[in-house]
């Protein structure tokens, strides 16, 4: 069984920085799409980024803003976010589906989900 804990969501002023973090747990390394995901309010859930081995997809709406990397000797799983946006905001979630050949954005696809993390852009 999957397990996965968020953290590090916070507050953040327009054109800063933030990292969030995912602790992962009962997944073997490289087998499986490990992603982030978020949902802003009367908003359906989009896929930020995923990752699988040494193959990384971002959203075109965060590419060249958000990076996502793994720790896998850690079993934790990273998105940093640059250059932020208030749009942006929204409830992170980290979600993993066992790796069959192709790694999505679509949520649809994922089958183990963290409880989130809340991520505010403001000033």
């Known amino acids: 069984q999957v397990q996965l804990v968020e953290s590090g969501g916070g507050s953040v002023q327009p054109g800063g920085s933030l990292r969030i973090s995912c602790a992962a747990s009962?997944?073997?390394?490289?087998?499986?799409?490990m992603g982030w995901f978020r949902q802003a309010p009367g908003k359906e859930r989009e896929g930020v980024a995923v990752?699988?081995?040494?193959?990384?997809y971002y959203a075109d709406s965060v590419k060249g803003r958000f990076t996502i990397s793994q720790d896998n000797a850690e079993g934790t799983l990273y998105l940093q976010m640059n250059s932020m946006k208030p749009e942006d905001s929204a409830m992170y979630y980290c979600?993993?589906?066992?790796?069959?050949?192709?790694?999505?954005?679509?949520?649809?696809?994922?089958?183990?989900w963290g409880q989130g993390t809340q991520v505010t852009v403001s000033s």
């Open positions: 990752i699988i081995s040494r193959y990384t």
């Open positions: 009962g997944y073997t390394a490289n087998a499986y799409c």
């Open positions: 979600a993993a589906i066992r790796w069959f050949g192709r790694c999505s954005l679509n949520h649809n696809d994922y089958q183990y």
